[in-house]
Nanobody, 122 residues
Framework: QVQLVESGGGLVQAGDSLSLSCADS????????MGWFRQAPGKEREFVAA????????YYGDSVKGRFTISRDYAKNTVYLQMNSLKPEDTAVYYC???????????????WGQGTQVTVSS
């Protein structure tokens, strides 16, 4: 069973970098496509990035393209989100998710973590 736990969130200043991790304690996430989403107060959940089961294909939301990088380590059952050049508008709760089949930018993922807060001050 997939059990996702995010970590690495915090308070940073604009222009700083932050790396999020998503560990699967069930050790099965290697079978799934993985994604990162975020939700700011009063806003809809937004797609951030996704990576295919093989790791060969990645997708990014327009607002983070060129600044964020998604990667995965199969040996550690962990997915990462490297966030560079952070902006105040990146402030949100960031969620890790896993899904059967192909990676997508829609939020129809099968398993979700509890989220980690990222706050970017100006």
């Amino acid at each position: 069973q997939v059990q996702l736990v995010e970590s690495g969130g915090g308070l940073v200043q604009a222009g700083d970098s932050l790396s999020l991790s998503c560990a699967d304690s069930g050790r099965t996430s290697g079978r799934y496509a993985m994604g990162w989403f975020r939700q700011a107060p009063g806003k809809e959940r937004e797609f951030v990035a996704a990576i295919s089961r093989s790791g060969a294909i990645t997708y990014y939301g327009d607002s983070v393209k060129g600044r964020f990088t998604i990667s995965r380590d199969y040996a550690k059952n962990t997915v990462y989100l490297q966030m560079n050049s952070l902006k105040p508008e990146d402030t949100a709760v960031y969620y890790c998710a896993a899904k059967f089949g192909e990676a997508t930018m829609s939020n129809n993922y099968d398993y979700w973590g509890q989220g980690t807060q990222v706050t970017v001050s100006s």
